[in-house]
T-cell receptor, first 113, second 114 residues
Framework: KAGVTQTPRYLIKTRGQQVTLSCSPI?????VSWYQQTPGQGLQFLFE???????NKGNFPGRFSGRQFSNSRSEMNVSTLELGDSALYLC????????????FGPGTRLTVT | KQEVTQIPAALSVPEGENLVLNCSFT??????LQWFRQDPGKGLTSLLL?????REQTSGRLNASLDKSSGRSTLYIAASQPGDSATYLC?????????????FGKGTSLLVTP
């Protein structure tokens, strides 16, 4: 069974631009969560989607948004990029919402210049 | 607010040694705890998941224990190998304002030298 896939793997954007990242969960998994990883803050929860609905949201500004499609694939969008948004963005999928084991993708490395 | 701490931040050991990585958390009302491995520039690989009702889980050379009442978990790696070199992260799941999101520690960077 294929793992979680994320595209693109690397991105370089300019401050003020917007970006869309994509995540395809493991087949059969219906919950997708997004995390941001930076050297200073470590891994921080962004949001979780289940059945095309955002179920939970972390403490991030409204510039960070996402959505989930009927096939469970998910996208996250960051508008008006700031230098501090440079990070590794990780997507994780699990069978259902809640307490199930999460499986992570390889991440998208975003660099904002 | 749940805080997860991992000690030490970095560890270097010679090949063949048994080692213990520590994870502590401030709120013992957790549902489960998961240990991950992260290779440089890569995503996270799940190693072990321990439910709150369990005391330990084993997978190959890895053994993770959980003492919920004292807010501690340890990851024991037997007979370490250079291929074990990576950052090890622990994460707890509890009910918070962010639902069932994982709360991560900052990790322990492990280097196993030949």
């Amino acid at each position: 069974k294929a793992g979680v896939t994320q595209t693109p793997r690397y991105l370089i954007k300019t401050r003020g631009q917007q970006v869309t990242l994509s995540c395809s969960p493991i087949s059969g998994h219906r919950s997708v969560s997004w995390y941001q990883q930076t050297p200073g803050q470590g891994l921080q929860f962004l949001f979780e989607y289940f059945s095309e609905t955002q179920r939970n949201k972390g403490n991030f500004p409204g510039r960070f948004s996402g959505r989930q499609f009927s096939n469970s694939r998910s996208e996250m969008n960051v508008s008006t990029l700031e230098l501090g948004d440079s990070a590794l963005y990780l997507c994780a999928s699990s069978l259902e919402q809640g307490l199930y084991e999460q499986y992570f993708g390889p991440g998208t490395r975003l660099t904002v210049t | 607010k749940q805080e997860v701490t991992q000690i030490p931040a970095a560890l270097s050991v010679p090949e063949g040694e048994n080692l213990v990585l520590n994870c502590s958390f401030t709120d013992s009302a957790i549902y489960n705890l998961q240990w991950f491995r992260q290779d440089p520039g890569k995503g996270l690989t799940s190693l072990l998941l321990i439910q709150s009702s369990q005391r330990e889980q084993t997978s190959g050379r890895l053994n993770a224990s959980l003492d919920k009442s004292s807010g501690r978990s340890t990851l024991y790696i037997a007979a370490s190998q250079p291929g074990d070199s990576a950052t090890y992260l622990c994460a707890v799941r509890d009910v918070s304002n962010s639902g069932y999101a994982l709360n991560f520690g900052k990790g322990t960077s492990l280097l196993v030298t030949p």
